[in-house]
T-cell receptor, first 116, second 115 residues
Framework: KAGVTQTPRYLIKTRGQQVTLSCSPI?????VSWYQQTPGQGLQFLFE???????NKGNFPGRFSGRQFSNSRSEMNVSTLELGDSALYLC???????????????FGNGTRLTVT | DQQVKQNSPSLSVQEGRISILNCDYT??????FLWYKKYPAEGPTFLIS?????DKNEDGRFTVFLNKSAKHLSLHIVPSQPGDSAVYFC??????????????FGTGTRLKVLA
């Protein structure tokens, strides 16, 4: 079974631009969540989608948005990029509506975004 | 407000010895806890979990201990191997009555196992 696939692996953008990241979950997984990883901050929760609906959202500005398609693939968009948005963006999927002890989140390898 | 804290950014251990990674949390309402391991250029991979109603869970060389009164979680790796060198994240999960969930991660501890 293929894992969580994130594209692209690396991105370099300029301040003020916008960017779209893509995530394909494990086949059959309907819950997709996004995290931002920066040095010293760990993984910060952005949002979570299930069956095309955003169920939960973290404490990020409105410049960060996402969506999920009927095939469970998800995209994340960041508009008006700032230098502080440089980070590793991780997508995770779950085979259950609510992950549990035995069915935790499965992460992709991330998209490394650099804003100059 | 960092609800899950890993106060040691790094740890070095000799091969064959025990590695102990620590994690503290502030919210007593978490439902369960997990440890993830992350290698460079890869996403985190699940290692081991523990329910908030348990105090120990073991899986091979990995054991997680939960001290609810101290709001403290630890991961023991015995014996440590060079392949265990990675960044370890603890995570706490809260299942809300509104039907959502959220993983809250610590900032990670970089473990280096010396051959």
């Amino acid at each position: 079974k293929a894992g969580v696939t994130q594209t692209p692996r690396y991105l370099i953008k300029t301040r003020g631009q916008q960017v779209t990241l893509s995530c394909s979950p494990i086949s059959g997984h309907r819950s997709v969540s996004w995290y931002q990883q920066t040095p010293g901050q760990g993984l910060q929760f952005l949002f979570e989608y299930f069956s095309e609906t955003q169920r939960n959202k973290g404490n990020f500005p409105g410049r960060f948005s996402g969506r999920q398609f009927s095939n469970s693939r998800s995209e994340m968009n960041v508009s008006t990029l700032e230098l502080g948005d440089s980070a590793l963006y991780l997508c995770a999927s779950s085979g259950r509506a609510y992950p549990n002890l035995d069915s935790p989140l499965h992460f992709g390898n991330g998209t490394r975004l650099t804003v100059t | 407000d960092q609800q899950v804290k890993q106060n040691s950014p790094s740890l070095s251990v000799q091969e064959g010895r025990i590695s102990i990674l620590n994690c503290d949390y502030t919210n007593s309402m978490f439902d369960y806890f997990l440890w993830y391991k992350k290698y460079p250029a890869e996403g985190p991979t699940f290692l081991i979990s523990i329910s908030s109603i348990k105090d120990k869970n073991e899986d091979g060389r990995f054991t997680v201990f939960l001290n609810k009164s101290a709001k403290h979680l630890s991961l023991h790796i015995v014996p440590s191997q060079p392949g265990d060198s990675a960044v370890y994240f603890c995570a706490a999960v809260r299942l809300s009555t509104s039907g959502t969930y959220k993983y809250i991660f610590g900032t990670g501890t970089r473990l280096k196992v010396l051959a």
